[in-house]
């Protein structure tokens, strides 16, 4: 027996397989619930079985004519990521209060404008110029040798991605969603490319707290080095930033 090249992705990121996953999860709690005498209803549990039982089969079969976002990462209808999408973007607005749906808008913009050209696709994993293994738009969580997507791939991938860089922003920088327009898109993409940790312990997220953008916006600039040494790529996309950055400002 062989494994497919990309098994490992599979079987992380499919979630045809999250709902195997699930019932495998339901069976285990029908046998070992008794032993501490309790009981799932029969019809219950028969319920939830032939509900994962039919999301798992079209998750795998459906996939021509839909929208973007709801295919799967291995080809099939992404029920389950619609679902679990849904349940982000609620969790985000919380987060975010009234500027919820500005949120949205800005993670599109920062997607069109910024994230998306500036990072460059490349479908196959390549070792960036600091050696970490990276894919699609500057993809680097669980990349490996040998990993390769599609194009759509890519795009839903980084539109998720976007969405959980401006979530773990908006964690630390609460008021993100008050900010300007151009302003949010600038920080999300910096984000996005330097990392939430590193952006979250800056003091770019420091001086926007306490109420100098303009200050936070000058930070950019000195975010354009990678492996020690100053990038054109960088410099050039740091200024692009601050440039939006300071005219949403005006």
């Avoid at 975010?96 to 808008?105: C, I, K, L």
């Avoid at 920062?110 to 460059?120: K, M, R, T």
């Avoid at 040798?145 to 998720?160: F, K, N, S, W």
Wanted: one cysteine or more; hydrophobic letters at 45%.
């Amino acid at each position: 027996m062989k494994l497919i090249p990309e098994w490992r992705r599979i079987a992380a990121h499919a979630w045809s397989m999250w709902g195997l996953y699930v019932m495998a999860a339901l069976t285990a709690a029908e046998v070992a619930l008794p032993v501490f005498e309790l009981h799932l209803p029969t019809n219950l549990y028969a319920a939830l079985m032939g509900l994962m039982l039919a999301l798992t089969a079209l998750a795998r079969v459906i996939d021509q004519g839909v929208t973007e976002f709801l295919r799967s990462e291995d080809g099939g209808i992404n029920l389950f990521a619609w679902i679990a999408r849904l349940f982000r973007r609620k969790q985000g607005r919380k987060r975010a209060g009234a500027a919820g749906g500005v949120a949205g808008a800005v993670a599109a913009a920062a997607i069109a404008g910024f994230v998306g050209p500036w990072e460059g696709l490349r479908t196959t994993a390549y070792q960036d110029i600091v050696g970490v293994w990276t894919v699609c738009y500057g993809e680097t969580r669980g990349v490996g040798p040998g990993d390769a997507y599609t194009a759509a791939e890519c795009d839903t991938q980084l539109a998720r991605a976007v969405d959980e860089y401006r979530d773990d922003l908006t964690a630390c920088l609460p008021n993100l969603g008050t900010y300007p327009e151009g302003v949010q898109i600038a920080f999300v993409s910096w984000t996005y490319n330097v990392g939430a940790g590193a952006a979250c312990g800056s003091t770019l997220v420091r001086k926007a707290k306490a109420g100098d953008l303009v200050g936070a916006c000058n930070e950019l600039p000195r975010w354009n080095k990678a492996g020690g040494r100053v990038v054109r790529g960088l410099t050039n996309r740091r200024a692009a930033e601050q440039s939006l950055c300071l005219e949403a400002l005006r």
